[in-house]
C-alpha cells in the first residue's frame, strides 16, 4: 500500500494512476488527515445486439405477455 501527499499525487498524477490500475493499493492523505483510496472500476461490457430470433422468443412467455398487455393498457389509461 502507497500512501501519497496531495502534492506528490499532483506532480505523479499520470504515474500514480497507471499504478492504481496494476493494482497498487493507492492512498491519499488530505490536509486534515483524511485517506481516501482509489480503487479502479472495471470497465463494463458491450451490450450486444439481439437477433430477430431472440427477439421474438420472448413473446413465447404466454404469462409474461398478459402482464405487458395488461400493464400497457394500465399506462395508455394514464394519458
Known sequence: M??????ETKA???????EALAG???RLRLADGAL???TPVPAVP????HSNGELAECYDDQEWAQFEN???KAIDSWQ
Do not use: F, H
Open 70 to 72: 395488461r400493464y400497457g
Open 24 to 26: 497498487q493499493v493507492t
Open 46 to 49: 458491450a451490450a450486444s445486439p
Open 12 to 18: 505523479r498524477l499520470a504515474a500514480v494512476c497507471q
Open 2 to 7: 502507497k500512501v501519497l501527499l496531495m502534492e
Open 36 to 38: 481516501i483510496q482509489w
